[in-house]
Each structure stands twice: as C-alpha cells, then as structure tokens.
T-cell receptor, first 114, second 114 residues
Framework: NAGVTQTPKFQVLKTGQSMTLQCAQD?????MSWYRQDPGMGLRLIHY???????DQGEVPNGYNVSRSTTEDFPLRLLSAAPSQTSVYFC?????????????FGDGTRLSIL | AQTVTQSQPEMSVQEAETVTLSCTYD???????LFWYKQPPSRQMILVIR??????QNATENRFSVNFQKAAKSFSLKISDSQLGDTAMYFC???????????FGQGTELSVKP
C-alpha cells in the first residue's frame, strides 16, 4: 500500500528554471493538496483539488500551477523558479468521508533554488 | 479567514514528565475539526489526535489528550509520560465544515530530554 508518493525527494534548480513536482495516491481520494513548509511558518497551502478537473488556490499560490486530470495524480509546476520558492513541499490527500478524515501526507520534496 | 496560532516555538521536557502544547484559532464557523500532527526528524507527518468541535468530550489517544475550550478557541495538547520518541515538531491544524482547506499553525518544536 503505497499511500501518497512524491517525486523527487530532493532537487536543486537554478533561478528561472522550470520543473514539476509529482504526486500520486492510490487510495482513490478525491481531495488532494500541496503545501510548502518553511521554518517558523508551519505548512502553508499552495493549491488544492476536490476532484478530477477541479482545482483552487490556497494561501500562497503565486508562482505555482496545478492540474488534476486524474483522481490519482496532482502535479505541482514551477514555471520560473525563484529563490523564494526554496522550501520543503508536501502533497496530501484525504477521502470523502467528511472533513474530519485525516490527511495522508507524502514524504516531502526538498527543493533548493540557487 | 481562519487562522491558527501556536505561540511556543520551542519547548523541552524531561523524559516521563508531562508537557502541554498550546494552540489557539480563529473562525466564525460553529462546526469544524481540529488536529494535532507530529513531524519527527524523518519529516513524516503523523496524525496524533483529532477533535470534532460539536463534541464536548476531549479526545484522548493513549498518552495524548487535548483540552478543547470552544468558547476560548483553544486546543492544547497534553503529552503524559513523555518518551524520547516524542521529540518532534508538533503542528496544530484546523478545517472548517464549509471548506476543504486544512490550515496549520506555525509549529512547536518539542525536545524530550533523558
């Protein structure tokens, strides 16, 4: 049972480069989301999706794009990386049994922008 | 907008003693859910305990319990008989019944000392 799988685990980019962080879940969860974790700021919501074909912005969406073409996958795209996007990124999913359902998190991606 | 505040960036406790981590939140909703997540050095996000706002009884999970004060919008976590494995970052989180966004506090870094 893989749960939520994030790739890559580590990445170093140069300013201006683009890349996609991958997230896949095998639990048939409708809700998926992306967070970034920075020291002293907790986890902040970037984008989220309530189902295939539906996405919405979170607290810090600027500089990031998402799409949800399938239930399983929710990639996060950085179109032009900036040093301010250096962070640890987490993908999470949860089922539709209600808002009290726990989020299942991936292991995170540590991203450094030089 | 909902906010979650953890006012203790760092705490330490001796092994076998009890420690309480504080969390306050702000919301205009009457029904919602609160969570405590643990993040050990491995970076995994682990659900510790959850509380539904409509339940007056405080949630308990083995050595972990909460003190939920709805009127004061307070949701503290008590860890009894602290163990070295409890050393981690702890995050308080909120989700309202009207939206799917899980909002996190800034985190409290707990060190359990032998």
């Amino acid at each position: 049972n893989a749960g939520v799988t994030q790739t890559p685990k580590f990445q170093v980019l140069k300013t201006g480069q683009s890349m996609t962080l991958q997230c896949a879940q095998d639990m048939n969860h409708e809700y998926m989301s992306w967070y970034r974790q920075d020291p002293g700021m907790g986890l902040r919501l970037i984008h989220y999706s309530v189902g295939a074909g539906i996405t919405d912005q979170g607290e810090v969406p600027n500089g990031y794009n998402v799409s949800r073409s399938t239930t399983e996958d929710f990639p996060l795209r950085l179109l032009s990386a900036a040093p301010s996007q250096t962070s640890v990124y987490f993908c999470a999913s949860r089922g539709t049994g209600g808002h009290n359902q726990p989020q299942h998190f991936g292991d995170g991606t540590r991203l450094s922008i030089l | 907008a909902q906010t979650v505040t953890q006012s203790q960036p760092e705490m330490s406790v001796q092994e076998a003693e009890t420690v309480t981590l504080s969390c306050t939140y702000d919301t205009s909703e009457s029904n919602y859910y609160l969570f405590w997540y643990k993040q050990p050095p491995s970076r995994q996000m682990i659900l510790v305990i959850r509380q539904e706002a409509y339940k007056q009884q405080n949630a308990t999970e083995n050595r972990f319990s909460v003190n939920f004060q709805k009127a004061a919008k307070s949701f503290s976590l008590k860890i009894s008989d602290s163990q070295l494995g409890d050393t981690a970052m702890y995050f308080c989180a909120f989700i309202g019944n009207q939206g799917g966004k899980l909002i996190f506090g800034q985190g409290t870094e707990l060190s359990v000392k032998p």
